[in-house]
């Protein structure tokens, strides 16, 4: 098949976020299958910038045929990220008989978060005959609505709304992120038959080839460790969502003084977190490594935390990969999140609690420390085994080809 999958935000090992298309797309060329992914060249996920010239560039990255769209630069969540939207989706649009011409896809993904690639898609896809796929990370326009606080009468939902009305009605098939969107999107107008789920996960070739961290940051672990009887870590974005003044609270008012409490990342919150840390001689922040580097950081610790803070939108669910990077380290996970489903409940993996309860965030710890070796190896063993059978790439591209498939013969 040929496999044409437009995600604005579609980045690189290398490069950074996001990660999916990359994997996936690496897992369905070694299955036999050509894959274009179209992005913007301005994201603000990304930590290396697209230089472009021309309107669209070609380019190679691991195998991957990457088309960038030149769309306008863009700070924060004003009117010019809405523009840099409108481009993107508009210029794929308006290019249709093109694209369509050129690269004969046999399936077209729209992919990014917002649902306006869904009007490039189906063009896209009725001019080439191909099957039109509605991929959801999160539901816009829920998330801003629930999130940021905007009316359903706002301009922009009313934009977000129509589009997300468009896909579900348009298009040949919905794969979803998150497992409980179903009710959700049937309420919108979608067909159920044409719902799927394919979660998010982790890739094995790079839990095969760790690259080490770097030996000033290994020192400084290693002179945690011969301080502290017990490690427990936190790694990503340092921001409000991800309730990390419990996390900063539960070290500070736990007694167990043997408890060290380190955060790897950075963020808008990391120096309101640093100042409430401070006095505390169990809490240590550092800078972030390279997402090759995760795996070999978190040997390093005897547990690991996620949370999120106390929202709605999160009862259909959540598909976080550093909970799956968590998991498959074999490290017991404290999670703190209200949420539709519960991987670590699931695969036995840790401790569930609250979302933005420091106390029973302390509790959970101290729990966690007061068990043997062998114990939280065992508990750790649990949601790898878990992540390997459910959550690598190689399984989740299947799960997706498979969709593919039934749709093509359809």
């Avoid at 060290?260 to 169990?282: C, H, M, T, Y």
């Avoid at 610790?301 to 976080?320: E, H, K, N, V």
Wanted: with cysteine; charged share 25%; aromatic share 12%.
């Amino acid at each position: 098949m040929n496999i044409l999958l437009i995600n604005h935000y579609a980045g690189s090992p290398d490069m950074g976020m996001e990660f999916r298309p990359y994997y996936m797309a690496q897992e369905w060329i070694k299955a036999g299958h050509n894959v274009t992914i179209f992005a913007s060249n301005n994201a603000h996920v990304r930590k290396k910038k697209i230089e472009i010239e021309s309107s669209f560039k070609e380019e190679i990255i691991d195998g991957i045929l990457y088309i960038w769209i030149k769309t306008p630069p863009y700070h924060g969540n004003g009117l010019k990220r809405i523009l840099n939207m409108r481009s993107f989706y508009k210029q794929m649009k308006r290019n249709a008989a093109k694209i369509s011409g050129k690269y004969k896809p046999d399936i077209v993904i729209a992919s990014s978060t917002y649902p306006m690639d869904n009007y490039a898609a189906a063009e896209i896809a009725r001019i080439s005959g191909a099957k039109h796929i509605y991929e959801v990370h999160d539901l816009w326009p829920l998330s801003p609505m629930e999130l940021g606080g905007y009316s359903a009468k706002h301009p922009f939902i009313k934009y977000l709304q129509k589009a997300e009305d468009f896909a579900y009605k348009n298009a040949d098939t919905v794969i979803s992120m998150l497992p409980e969107t179903k009710p959700y999107m049937i309420s919108r107008g979608l067909d159920i038959k044409k719902w799927h789920y394919v979660p998010n996960g982790i890739n094995l070739a790079e839990w095969d080839r760790k690259t080490p961290i770097e030996e000033s940051l290994r020192k400084q672990l290693e002179d945690i460790r011969n301080q502290f009887d017990f490690m427990i870590c936190y790694t990503g974005s340092h921001g409000i969502a991800n309730a990390l003044h419990n996390f900063i609270e539960a070290a500070k008012t736990q007694n167990d003084k043997n408890i060290a409490f380190v955060l790897l990342g950075d963020g808008p919150e990391k120096e309101n977190l640093q100042r409430k840390a401070e006095g505390a001689d169990n809490i240590f922040f550092f800078d972030p490594v390279s997402k090759q580097e995760i795996p070999d950081f978190l040997e390093y610790f005897d547990a690991t935390y996620i949370g999120l803070q106390s929202q709605s939108l999160f009862r259909f669910g959540i598909s976080p990969n550093k909970l799956f990077d968590y998991m498959m380290a074999g490290k017991p996970v404290i999670q703190s999140i209200n949420a539709g489903n519960d991987f670590v409940k699931e695969a036995n993996a840790g401790i569930s609690i609250e979302a933005e309860n420091a106390d029973a965030l302390a509790e959970a710890i101290i729990e966690l420390s007061k068990k043997e070796a062998s114990e939280l190896k065992s508990i750790g063993n649990n949601g790898k085994e878990y992540v390997l059978k459910h959550h690598t790439y190689n399984v989740l591209a299947k799960k997706f080809i498979d969709i593919m498939h039934n749709l093509s013969h359809e």
